[in-house]
C-alpha cells in the first residue's frame, strides 16, 4: 500500500507541475503583453508630451509684440516742394510693445530724415501710431524722380516685449514713378 500511495503522490506532483508550468507560461505571456503595452504606452505619451510642448512653444512665439510698418504714402499734391509723408506704425501681435521708437530716413537724390515716428511709447495689440513727416522736394528733384532717378524711403522701428527681448524691423519702400509714390519692396524682422 505504501508504493501505491507514493506513486499516486508522485502522479499528483506530476499533473500540478504540468499545471504550474503551464500557469507560469500563460502568465509570462500576460506580462510580456503587459509590459509591451505599457511602452507602446509611454511612447504615445512622449509623443504627446513632444506635440505638447512643440505647441506651446509655437504659442509662446505667436504671444509677442509684432510691429510692422501698415502705410508709407506720400499725403500730399506731388508738385508741392514740402512733401507730407504719412507713416504708421501698426502691432500685429498679441501684447503690447513698450519702448518703441521709429524713425525714417531718406536715401538717394533727396537728403533729409523724417526724425523719429515714435520715442519710446508703447503701442497695444491691433492699435496703429500714424505720423506725418516733412521732407523738402525742389522742382531739380522731383524732376530727377520723374526721370527715374531712385529713391527710398527706409523705416527702423525698434521695441521691447515684456519677456525682455528686444526686436528690430526695418523695411523698405522704394519711390515708384508710375504712381508718384511709395511703395513696399522689402521687410524683415530681427531679434537682438
Known sequence: MGSTLTVVFTGVIAAATVVYVILTKRLWEETKKSAEAAKASADAAKLSAEAAKKSADIDAALHRP???????????????????????????GTIPASGVR?????????????????????????????????????????????AGEPMAAHV??????????RYTHKAAFPYDKTTQNFRRDRSETTAA
Open 102 to 146: 521709429a524713425s525714417v530716413t531718406f536715401n538717394g537724390r533727396l537728403t533729409g530724415s523724417g526724425g523719429p515716428l515714435c520715442d519710446g511709447s508703447e503701442i497695444l495689440p491691433q492699435a496703429e501710431v500714424e505720423r506725418f513727416i516733412e521732407i523738402r522736394v525742389d522742382r531739380k528733384e522731383r524732376d530727377l524722380l520723374h
Open 156 to 165: 527702423e522701428v525698434t521695441y521691447d516685449a515684456p519677456v525682455g527681448t
Open 66 to 92: 509684432y510691429l510692422g510698418v501698415s502705410v508709407l504714402t506720400r499725403h500730399n499734391d506731388y508738385n508741392q516742394e514740402m512733401w507730407a509723408i504719412r507713416c504708421c506704425v501698426k502691432n500685429y
